[in-house]
Every structure is written in structure tokens, then in C-alpha cells.
């Protein structure tokens, strides 16, 4: 009797109890914990804290503290090390030189224009990055890396 019932008559409306949105429910917070555990999520929750912790309201109340803040930032730095290792090992010189190569040869084919204007197509261009897995910002900051 104490276990939770949906039916149609009572529950018309989406006051009471439905299994469909309980299920919902806790699978969006099973992907919003296991999202927080990712490199992404642990980044997003330092710079929040950063951005509740190092700002004039801290100061003003009284909560601000250096040291705290200092070690978020140590975290911060620890994990873009961390990505730049991964952006380093992903995209040596020789695979550098290569996708640029590409990249220009579509470029200079048109590829990317718009039908008979010299404007470039940004979906045109998205849809290639999708398609070859990495993106025109990334083979920038390719090039920057290895000071191409």
C-alpha cells in the first residue's frame, strides 16, 4: 500500500507520480555524476567555484580566502596540462604537416565557398570537420604548437 501508483485517472495532469518521468529523472542524474567526473566536468565545477570564490561579493562578506582559490588554480593549470599532453601526443609534426596540406588543397579548391561567391560556407566547412574528426581550430592551434 505505501508503494507509489501511477494510473491515468489519478495522475491526469502530471501532479502525481509517473514511473516514465522517475526514470528520466534519475538517468539525467546518473549522466550529470558521471559527467562530473570527467576531466570537462571537473573543470567546469573549478571554474564556478573560482567564479563564486574570487569575486567582490567574497570580498565583501568576508568569505574570500587566497589560499583556496590559489589551489584552484593549481588544479586548473594540473588539468590543461593535462589536455595540452593529450593535444600533443594526438598531433605530431609529420600529422600536422599533413592535415594542413589537406586543408589548404580544399581551401583552394573552393570547397568551403558559397555557389558562385567568394564567401566562405560555415556549414559547408563544419560539416568537413565533423566528417574528418578534428576541426579547423584545432589544426590552428596545431600550427601554433609547432610553429609552422
Not at 8 to 15: A, C, E, K
Not at 25 to 48: F, P, Q
Amino acid at each position: 500500500m505505501n508503494e507509489r501508483q501511477y494510473d491515468l485517472i489519478n495522475n491526469d495532469g502530471g501532479d502525481g507520480y509517473n514511473p516514465y518521468h522517475a526514470e528520466r529523472e534519475k538517468r539525467e542524474i546518473e549522466e550529470a555524476i558521471a559527467w562530473g567526473k570527467t576531466r570537462a566536468g571537473r573543470k567546469d565545477r573549478i571554474y564556478r567555484d573560482l567564479e563564486c570564490k574570487d569575486c567582490s561579493d567574497a570580498r565583501e562578506c568576508g568569505t574570500y580566502n587566497q589560499t583556496e582559490i590559489d589551489d584552484l588554480r593549481a588544479q586548473l593549470v594540473t588539468i590543461e596540462a593535462e589536455e595540452m599532453a593529450e593535444f600533443v601526443t594526438a598531433w605530431p609534426l609529420d600529422l600536422t604537416k599533413d592535415r594542413r596540406a589537406s586543408w589548404n588543397d580544399r581551401v583552394r579548391a573552393g570547397e568551403f565557398n558559397k555557389s558562385g561567391k567568394n564567401e566562405v560556407d560555415y556549414q559547408k566547412m563544419r560539416a568537413a570537420e565533423r566528417e574528418q574528426g578534428w576541426s579547423f581550430g584545432d589544426l590552428k592551434k596545431a600550427v601554433k604548437l609547432h610553429s609552422l
